[in-house]
């Protein structure tokens, strides 16, 4: 396989594994609202799938990396 080949299988790899994340931490949200009333930990999980949305879907990242090439 090529490295590119290597690349796009890593990113799609990476793709499904935060949007597992993201479903098992919604449905999460789910049932943790139906238990309990507070507000605090359901802000808390809002905040670490904003993390993973921000990071690794708009790639925000790549804004404190350095390019090669131009």
Known sequence: MSSHGKSKAAAIRTSLTVAIVLA???????FLALVYSGAALLLLMGLVKAYFVV????????????????
């Open 24 to 30: 098992v931490l919604t449905i999460g949200e789910y």
């Open 55 to 70: 990071n690794f879907f708009m790639h925000i990242s790549r804004l404190w990396t350095v390019e090669k090439g131009h």
